[in-house]
C-alpha cells in the first residue's frame, strides 16, 4: 500500500527525528567507511551507557541485549564518516575526560546513580543542542547513543520479548482488542 | 479498521456527502494458493515476501512462466539496442552487454516485449535503430521521452485520538486505509484538474515516541514498553498531468560504468499539481479536526518528481502515430512486433497505484500479440 520510501522513512524516526544509520541499514547498503577499531573495553562501556539509559528494571536492560555490541556495528557499518567522528570522540571524552570533571572518577567507576544523574544531565544539553543546531551539522554524541540504544534494545530479542510482547508468525490482525493499564506494547 | 479509524470513518460519514474511508485495497493473499502463501501478518511486504503472501513478479508471474517451460532467465543483461530491420520495418532482435563479463551478445526474436521499468525502456528505444531515426527507434512522433509523470506525494495531516486508551490492536496489518478520490467528482469544481486520493492509517505511538515526563532511566523505560497515543494521519497520492516539458533525453556526453549514455531527467511539477497540493494538506487538516483529532499537524514534503517511485510516460500510446509512440495494441508504430507494456505507455497517471493497470495491459497485448503471430501479421 504505501510505497517502499514512505516505508522506510517511517520506520528510521526515534524520538521524532532521523535516525543516524537506519536508511543505510534498511536499504542493505554500507556507507564505505568502515574499520573502526572498538575493543572489548569499548564495548563494556557502550553496554554500561546503555543499560543507565535503559536498565534492568522488572525486565532486563540494555546489557543483557548487548546493546554495546549493536552499536559498535552500526556505528562502522552505516554511519557516515563525519558522524563516526563525532561518535568516537564524544565516547572517549564521556569515558574520562568529561565523567572526571563532572564525577570526578572515570564512568565505569561511578555508581549506577551518579552514572544516571550526570547522563541525565548530558542528555537535557544534547536535547538543547539538537534544537539549535544548523541541519549539516552533526548530532550531539549523546543523541546518537540514546537513539542507539533505544534501536538497539527495543529491536533485539531480549527487548523485544520480555520489555515488549511479541507476537511470532504466522500471526493475524483483529483490529480492536481490549487495553489496561499496564499490558505491555508490542515489539513490532 | 482499528478503533480510532472506525471513530474518522464515522466522522467523515456524518460530517460530508462526497468522501468515504475505505479498508486499503492490497494484494495480499489471506488464502494459500497456488505455491504461494497465505500472508503470514509480519507487514514486511516492502522487503519483497518470501511466503510468497504479497504479490511480486518473482512469488506469482514469473514461477508461472517457469512452469510454462518456455521460459529462460538470463541475469546480469543489459540490453542496450533493438536490432531493427529497415527495409522489413520490423525488429529482428535485441544486443545484449553481459554487465559481468562485458561481452555482447545477439538475440534474434519474431516479437519483442519490452519491460525494463518506465525511464529504462524508453532509453533502450532511444539507443535502437538510430541509423534510421536520429532520436531513436518510435521517436518519428516526437513524443518519445516526453510527457514523464509521477504521483505527488508527501503532503498530509496526522494528529492524536483521546478516548480510546482502553482499545488496542493484535497483529501486524500490512495495510491502512483508503480515501478515494473526491475532487472534480460530479458536480464538484475545482481551480485545477483531476484530483488526488489519501492512504493513510491509525496507530498507537510505541517505543519510537518521545516521552516528555522522563530522559532516561528506568522510569524511562518502563514508560516506553507500554503503548502511548492513539496517532491518526493521511497523505495525499495526487496525479500528475502529461507535460511535454517533463521529459527524459539522452545525454551524449555522460557515460556509465559501462560505457552507455546515461539519461537526463527534467521533470518537475507544475501550477496544476501545486494547487491541487494546497487542497490535499486543507482538506486532511479539515477532516481530522471535524473528527476531533487534537493536535492536528500538516505534513508538506517538497513532492519532487521521483519520490512517488511510480514514473509513468515517455513512449505514450495513442491513436496518431504523429502525437504517440505505441498504438492502442502497445506496439511501437515504427515497429509493430515491439511491445511496450511496462508504466512508459502511459497517457495520464490518474491517482492510483499503476501497476495493476501495467499488468492488464501486459496481458492484453499478450494475448493480441499471440493473436497476430498466429495469423502471420507479425
Known sequence: ?188 | MNAIEQHLQKKVREEYTDRVIINGRVANLTQPKKGRGPCQYRNLCSRGCPFGGYFSTQSSTLPAAMATGNLTLRPWSIVTEIKYDKDKKRATGVMVLDAETNKTIEYSAKIIFVNASTLNSTWLLMNSATDVWEGGLGSSSDALGKNLMDHHLGIGASGTVEGYEDKYTFGRRANGFYIPRFRNVGDDKRDYLRGFGYQGSGTRENWKREVAEFSIGGDYKDALTEPGSWTIGMGGFGEMLPDPTNKVTLDKTVKDKWGLNVLNIDCELKDNEKKMRKDILVDAQEMLEKAGVKNVKSREGDGTPGRGIHEMGTARMGRDPKTSVLNGNNQVWDAPNVFVTDGAFMTSASCVNPSLTYMAFTARAAEFAVNELKKGNL
Open chain 1, 1 to 188: 500500500m504505501m510505497n517502499r520510501r514512505e516505508a522506510l522513512s517511517r520506520v528510521a524516526l526515534i524520538m521524532g527525528g532521523t535516525v543516524l544509520g537506519a536508511e543505510a541499514f534498511l536499504s542493505g547498503c554500507t556507507t564505505g567507511t568502515t574499520g573502526l577499531k572498538f575493543s572489548q573495553d569499548d564495548i563494556s562501556f557502550l553496554n554500561e551507557v546503555a543499560e543507565t539509559i535503559l536498565p534492568a528494571t522488572g525486565t532486563p536492560g540494555a546489557k543483557e541485549a548487548k546493546v554495546g555490541e549493536f552499536m559498535t556495528v552500526i556505528v562502522n557499518d552505516c554511519y557516515e564518516a563525519k558522524d563516526q567522528t563525532a561518535f568516537m570522540e564524544g565516547i572517549k571524552a564521556l569515558q574520562f575526560k568529561d565523567s572526571k570533571a563532572k564525577m570526578g572518577k572515570a564512568f565505569l567507576e561511578a555508581s549506577p546513580a551518579e552514572r544516571t544523574a550526570f547522563l541525565t544531565e548530558l542528555d537535557k544539553q544534547a536535547a538543547e543542542f539538537q534544537k539549535t543546531k544548523k541541519p549539516d551539522e552533526t548530532k550531539h554524541y549523546f543523541t546518537m547513543l540514546k537513539e542507539l540504544t533505544l534501536w538497539g534494545f527495543f529491536s533485539s530479542e531480549v527487548g523485544a520479548t520480555k520489555a515488549l510482547r511479541y507476537i511470532a508468525v504466522p500471526g493475524k490482525y483483529e483490529g480492536t482488542v481490549p487495553y489496561k493499564k499496564g499490558d505491555k506494547a508490542w515489539a513490532t
